[in-house]
């Protein structure tokens, strides 16, 4: 009778000592089925990751605002800060206690015009400028950038941050901002282009992405 001999050959029998000896891994959830891994319905759920989530450098990470669905996702990034920019309650301060995640709201309505009173803009200067601030601090990192939709005000976070930090031209910064807007706000525009707040930067805390 001829041999068949391989290496990755499942033994007939429901035996899971057999078939780890042949060098086959079985996920802890699985069981042996006539040696057949039969999977039961705990399986790890998907992750699902905010409204609007991307990269937009090396551990900085820009979204709308999460909920519930997608705080494994969040967990798996192993954040250390999230900054919000926006005017709804902290909806998930109770998840934000389960992690050691530095939670910053910085309150900022919505930039379109006529709608926006003095007083609101000047707030709106005072948390950029502070959320800003923070991302000149690798320490920081990884970190969340977040709004309601992750379109208007994160936007303009990060068109502030591509002119600021990064020497990006308005027209690059322009197109990014379109691309999550999906319309132009002339007022945000306008904004990025003509605000430059003053900031400092530690040397020892300098991020990689910051311009000489």
Wanted: aromatic content about 10%; glycine content about 6%; overall charge negative.
């Amino acid at each position: 009778m001829a041999r068949v001999s391989e290496a990755n050959t499942i033994p007939t029998s429901p035996d899971r000592d057999a078939y780890h000896d042949n060098g086959l891994k079985l996920p802890a959830d699985g069981q042996l089925d006539n040696g057949v891994p039969v999977f039961t319905a705990n399986a790890r759920p998907p992750l699902v990751p905010p409204l609007n989530f991307s990269l937009v450098e090396d551990r900085i990470y820009r979204s709308g605002f999460p909920n519930p669905l997608n705080y494994p996702f969040l967990k798996q990034l192993g954040l250390k800060t999230i900054i919000y920019l926006g005017d709804l309650g902290q909806e998930y301060n109770a998840w934000i206690g389960t992690t050691n995640i530095q939670f910053h709201h910085l309150v900022m309505e919505s930039s379109q015009e006529p709608f926006t009173s003095l007083q609101e803009q000047q707030q709106a200067r005072d948390s950029l400028r502070t959320a800003l601030q923070l991302m000149l601090d690798k320490n920081n990192f990884p970190m969340l950038i977040h709004s309601n939709k992750g379109k208007h005000r994160i936007g303009v976070l990060v068109g502030l941050m591509r002119k600021i930090f990064q020497g990006w031209c308005m027209s690059g910064i322009f197109e990014e901002y379109e691309k999550f807007a999906l319309g132009k706000s002339e007022f945000d525009l306008e904004f990025m282009e003509l605000w430059q707040p003053e900031l400092w930067v530690s040397q020892d805390s300098r991020p990689e992405f910051l311009r000489s």
